[in-house]
């Protein structure tokens, strides 16, 4: 059986590579090696990696807009006897019969440096500069802005949040110290409201202080601190009712990302 998969594709690879990677999650192994050939053009290219592919015994995964590359590829896997997996060409099909026209088969397409991909860009540097409440007077520039105490996901969800194109700020919430006056200035739809459960909390901030080296009995680890801090939090979004509040207890970020699109829909 194959324990290595070759990503073939006519730009990055990236896609191919997350639905391949997003696949091996559903199974228990760490055995599987994934090798990308990206920006592959040529014939010449395509029957080394076959060939490669063969002296290996890997399956084939490929993102291949130009037919005629694609069909080169699937028929030299095929007098190969090597498994390969089209991840564009169906869907390509499919999409040109329900439009009724023909794709451009243009390779990278995705990944165009167009007004989007500037826009992202900024999106991300946004993320970044307004990173746990620094600069407050910029939330008024954010499209999402997220609420939470410490270590509720609001840097991921953030950068997360940005690679979607949103300039997305986060305020942290800190016992003693008031929230800044700007997060209660600007259109309270864009605020979003995280919350966690206290014992998720208690074990995430146990692994924190445990890989920063500092003693397990610090407050900020602490159970009681953390009950403390979680009511400090729920008394800010009860005075403010108008955010949503999200719980990320054991959640990946994508999850809480889709509620949060839900919620921001409504």
Not at 90 to 95: I, V
Not at 117 to 146: M, S, T
Not at 147 to 168: D, E, H, M, N, W
Request: glycine share 6%; aromatic share 6%.
């Amino acid at each position: 059986m194959p324990n290595k998969i070759f990503v073939v594709s006519d730009s990055t690879g990236d896609t191919a590579e997350k639905v391949v990677s997003a696949a091996l999650k559903q199974f228990e192994t760490d055995q599987v090696q994934i090798e990308i050939f990206s920006r592959v053009r040529t014939e010449e290219e395509i029957e080394d990696i076959v060939e490669r592919a063969t002296d290996e015994d890997v399956l084939v995964v490929h993102t291949i807009v130009d037919g005629g590359q694609r069909q080169i590829l699937q028929n030299l896997c095929s007098e190969a006897d090597l498994d390969d997996i089209d991840l564009i060409g169906p869907l390509m099909g499919k999409l040109g019969s329900l439009l009724s026209t023909q794709a451009k088969a243009l390779p990278g397409g995705l990944h165009a440096v167009n007004a989007e991909y500037f826009r992202r860009i900024e999106a991300v540097e946004f993320a970044v500069k307004n990173d746990d409440g620094q600069h407050p007077r910029n939330l008024r520039k954010a499209d999402i802005v997220l609420v939470g105490i410490s270590r509720t996901s609001k840097t991921p969800l953030s950068t997360y949040l940005a690679q979607r194109g949103f300039k997305v700020a986060n305020v942290p919430l800190v016992m003693g110290i008031e929230p800044p006056s700007e997060l209660f200035a600007i259109e309270q739809s864009k605020i979003f409201a995280l919350s966690i459960h206290a014992n998720a909390l208690f074990r995430i901030r146990q692994a924190r202080l445990q890989s920063l080296g500092m003693p397990a009995d610090t407050a900020y680890g602490m159970q009681d601190h953390i009950l403390k801090e979680n009511q400090y939090a729920k008394q800010i979004f009860e005075a403010n009712p108008h955010w949503p509040v999200i719980d990320v207890t054991d959640r990946a970020i994508e999850e809480t990302a889709a509620e949060l699109f839900s919620l921001r829909k409504k």
